[in-house]
């Protein structure tokens, strides 16, 4: 049963970090220094999608991460 809970944790791992790293970052650190675009969008789409699937996959690998302290 451990070893099943870390294969997930590292599957779920590899996924989250590929969610994270493909979202669209928009204007980076333009923002902090007095670049800010000065309109706000909404998520469609595949962006909004990707959204998403970062969030249950966050909430997925902290779920697993309990459940391996407890096995």
């Given at each position: 049963?451990?070893?099943?809970?870390?294969?997930?944790?590292?599957?779920?791992?590899?996924?989250?970090?590929?969610?994270?790293?493909?979202?669209?970052?928009?204007?980076?650190?333009?923002?902090?220094?007095?670049?800010?675009?000065?309109?706000?969008?909404?998520?469609?789409?595949?962006?909004?999608?990707?959204?998403?699937?970062?969030?249950?996959?966050?909430?997925?690998?902290?779920a697993?991460?309990?459940?391996?302290?407890?096995?």
């Open positions: 049963m451990q070893s099943l809970l870390l294969f997930i944790q590292v599957i779920l791992s590899i996924l989250l970090v590929l969610a994270i790293l493909t979202q669209n970052r928009g204007t980076g650190l333009s923002a902090t220094f007095g670049g800010g675009g000065g309109f706000h969008t909404s998520k469609r789409g595949a962006e909004k999608f990707l959204a998403n699937a970062t969030i249950v996959l966050a909430v997925l690998f902290l697993n991460s309990i459940a391996f302290l407890f096995v």
